[in-house]
């Protein structure tokens, strides 16, 4: 039965959450949204409305972050309070226990990791697959505006392009660098390309039928690998059509952040081609989305403790102590999911390693706040 303490600690520490959860979104998520829309409004122009469709879906991918450190946040706010006010003395001295006093924080922390898992699981891969399909669509629409001039384009996987002045169809200063591997092709594939192309004037020829960009180059400078390593130099007064494939076969490759469990498996059990590596990757994807969606059951255990010892009423220091705690946390987990050099059960071992230490050491911080 839910019982008065129950209703005031829990209302305070919830609607605490949400203010700081909006708070958090405002500070910490700009970066990211300006990061995301810069490239849209500036490398290709895109319309309002695209832009607005864009950080409508960014929101639910910060929300894996804010929410956990709004939640400690109020934790540590209402409990320093509590403990500052001696009101936590009137309860223990009434018969209440300080893991009586705690459930509520507990029994929302159960319901905000409930609601971080539908995120993890569900809203934030499909908002991350809604954006690159919105981003595609806009580029095959008017792909002649991903070579704008005067702004260094990365669009395309593993080249940057500059053009330095665009006429029509036609671009002149124009540059291109590639990332290549420099191993020698294997039987049946098509030699290593360019890994630095310049070209006095290019002009450009958009075929919808195959979806592709042609590039006939002009008074152009061409920089390929040899089979050994070593570059090779050519010159060309009218080089052959150099190609931009924005079809959905090459353009887009399926990631696993973009797919939900039951996607990442069927993935993975029809494409045979992968290596074991790849494999463990996108599994650790899985295990990544559950011990994400732990962190604010986890973090209830040592927020209580920590708001008891720290008795300070200001704002400014709760927000900083949850967000040096909550950033360790996730610092610690996002290193984690990237190492590749692990073998699946100890990658697997090292995302869940968070939750167990901060359930671990706020008991253990529990037990000593109820000695004194």
């Known amino acids: 039965m839910i019982s008065l303490l129950d209703r005031y600690i829990g209302r305070q520490v919830l609607y605490g959450t949400l203010f700081t959860v909006v708070l958090l979104s405002l500070v910490l998520v700009l970066g990211n949204l300006l990061r995301e829309i810069r490239p849209l409004l500036v490398d290709q122009r895109a319309p309002l409305v695209l832009v607005v469709k864009v950080v409508m879906n960014i929101i639910p991918f910060s929300l894996m972050f804010t929410i956990p450190w709004g939640f400690l946040a109020s934790v540590l706010l209402v409990f320093g309070r509590l403990s500052l006010d001696n009101e936590l003395h009137g309860f223990r001295m009434a018969g209440r226990s300080l893991s009586r006093i705690a459930l509520p924080v507990f029994a929302l922390g159960v319901g905000f990791s409930g609601l971080c898992l539908w995120l993890n699981v569900r809203v934030v891969p499909h908002a991350r697959s809604q954006i690159e399909d919105m981003l595609f669509e806009f580029a095959r629409s008017d792909p002649r505006a991903l070579l704008d001039p005067g702004i260094v384009q990365s669009r395309f996987r ?33 030699p290593p390309q360019p890994a630095y192309v310049h070209a006095g004037k290019v002009s450009l020829v958009v075929d919808e039928e195959r979806q592709n960009l042609r590039l006939t180059l002009t008074d152009a400078y061409l920089e390929t690998w040899r089979e050994d390593g070593t570059p090779e130099l050519a010159f060309s007064t009218e080089a052959e059509p150099w190609l931009f494939d924005f079809s959905a076969t090459r353009f887009r490759k399926p990631r696993a952040a973009t797919m939900n ?36 059951f986890a973090l209830a255990f040592i927020g209580v403790p920590l708001g008891i010892n720290a008795r300070r009423r200001d704002t400014s220091s709760g927000l900083a102590l949850s967000l040096t705690i909550g950033g360790g946390y996730f610092l610690f ?13 100890a990658t697997t071992s090292l995302l869940w390693a968070p939750n167990v230490l901060c359930i671990a050491i706020g008991l253990w911080l529990m037990r000593r706040a109820r000695s004194r």
């Open 261 to 296: 469990n039951a996607e990442i498996l069927a993935f993975l059990a029809a494409d045979t081609k992968l290596n074991e590596t790849q494999r463990a990757a996108m599994r650790s994807e899985i295990s990544q989305r559950y011990s994400f969606s732990m962190a604010c």
């Open 333 to 345: 987990s996002l290193l984690a999911s990237q190492w590749h050099g692990a073998s699946e059960a």
């Open 158 to 190: 593993n080249q940057k392009v500059f053009v330095e002045r665009k006429e029509g169809d036609s671009l002149h200063g124009f540059h291109l660098y590639q990332v290549i591997d420099n191993q020698a092709p294997r039987e049946g594939e098509s």
